[in-house]
């Protein structure tokens, strides 16, 4: 039998660090599943899924706990038992505009208003090539249930666009 947990942990960056981690999780016999490691703002952050032998399960947050030292700060959550809906489907998002404040909180309330589950979300601010504009794009991967009225929700998030000169594209 199998734990799975997952590591969220943030730290200086450094060289390393990531070996650090791993080299702990392969001490307890864990095994590194899947992972979202970023340098975010000078730091280096990361999501990572294990799974560890039951038997190895206290040993290994443990250890990873005894990591929070210095300039690193690790925390470790055990897994739920997946559920999935089968009257789900999954659709992509893809935004892009002039950065301004409130850009993922007015498209996360429409989202959420559809009772549609954010998956993954990649984001980021650069520059525009022509104008050096701060641009925002952002990358969104959602459940959404098979009873949705796209229309509507297509209706919610253009009306956002049109208020925040953003562009937002279903598929």
């Known amino acids: 039998m199998h734990c799975s947990y997952i590591i969220t942990f943030i730290s200086d960056d450094r060289p390393g660090l990531v070996e650090t981690i791993a080299n702990t999780v392969r001490k307890c016999d864990g095994n590194w599943q899947e992972s979202r490691l970023s340098q ?26 005894d990591l929070n030292q210095g300039d690193i700060s690790v925390s470790v959550t055990e897994t739920a038992k997946k559920t999935t809906s089968p009257d789900v489907r999954t659709v992509s998002l893809s935004i892009i505009g002039p950065d301004r404040s409130g850009i993922v909180q007015e498209v996360s309330r429409a989202l959420a208003g559809h009772r549609i589950n954010v998956i993954e979300m990649d984001s980021k601010v650069s520059s525009a ?6 641009l925002f794009e952002a990358r969104i991967s959602a459940s959404v249930p098979e009873i949705l009225n796209v229309e509507q929700l297509r209706n919610s998030l253009d009306s ?8 937002i594209e279903i598929a």
């Open 129 to 134: 090539p022509m104008s050096a504009e701060m």
């Open 40 to 65: 975010l703002g000078g730091k280096f952050a990361g999501l990572i899924l294990v799974s560890v032998p039951q038997s190895g399960a206290a040993a290994l947050v443990q250890a990873l706990s």
């Open 160 to 167: 956002i666009a049109d208020q925040m000169t953003l562009e």
